[in-house]
């Protein structure tokens, strides 16, 4: 927040929002999913203890955003690029807990040295699997620092909120090809087509013109 020089709302009401606004987004997310299992025990929905996804709370904190910028009388795309880098980096962090957990989000079976079981985990699996968690992780680290150390000054509002959403939405897509999820449809997970839904809108944010000074936009402070 002081980096983007707002002093209103403060960072701390921000953060428990957002944090409230991702719960319930991330659950209702994952039960959507599959309304047939949510309509047979709908009771599930109460249940936080599990059940949650993370494309859920993106779009519930994005709309928390909107309405905070609106009541502000802020930019809602300078909201954006005040939140996208602790996004990615929370992200980062979340995929260490799933590592640690087990939950199921590895990837298929693999012969590569760094294969990783899973045997006590809360989805488990004995065979040698590509350890996804850590390739986001990865990912979402080399993300964040780009974004961090990216020159707000010479950039307009939504240039970082629109990398996010391009780099994060292509990372997620290509770690999807090995993980172990569904396929959807035309062969691609749920999560890739959302992901596909975040590239186009990063792209789209980039190229609108009545958004962007593109006198300004390769140059660095």
Not at 47 to 52: A, F, H, N
């Amino acid at each position: 927040m002081r980096r983007h020089n707002l002093t209103k709302p403060s960072a701390e009401l921000v953060a428990t929002l957002l944090a409230v606004a991702g719960l319930i987004g991330s659950k209702l997310y994952h039960e959507l999913e599959t309304p047939a299992q949510l309509l047979a025990r709908p009771s599930v929905i109460f249940d936080l203890t599990q059940g949650r996804a993370w494309f859920g709370s993106l779009l519930a904190g994005a709309a928390m955003l909107y309405l905070l910028a609106r009541l502000h009388k802020l930019s809602p795309l300078t909201m954006m690029d005040v939140v996208s880098p602790s996004a990615v980096a929370g992200y980062a962090v979340g995929r260490l807990g799933c590592l640690l957990a087990g939950d199921g989000c590895y990837g298929a079976p693999t012969t590569l040295p760094w294969g990783m079981t899973f045997p006590h985990g809360l989805v488990p699996t004995y065979d040698y699997v590509h350890p996804t968690q850590i390739y986001e992780f990865i990912a979402s680290a080399f993300i964040f620092l780009y974004l961090w150390r990216t020159p707000i000054r010479t950039r307009p509002n939504g240039w970082i909120f629109a990398q996010y959403l391009l780099l994060s939405g292509s990372a997620r897509f290509l770690v999807e090809f090995i993980r172990i999820n569904p396929r959807f449809s035309y062969g691609l997970t749920n999560a890739q087509i959302i992901s596909l839904l975040c590239i186009m809108s990063g792209i789209f944010l980039l190229v609108r013109r009545p958004f962007f000074h593109f006198g300004n936009f390769w140059r660095f402070s």
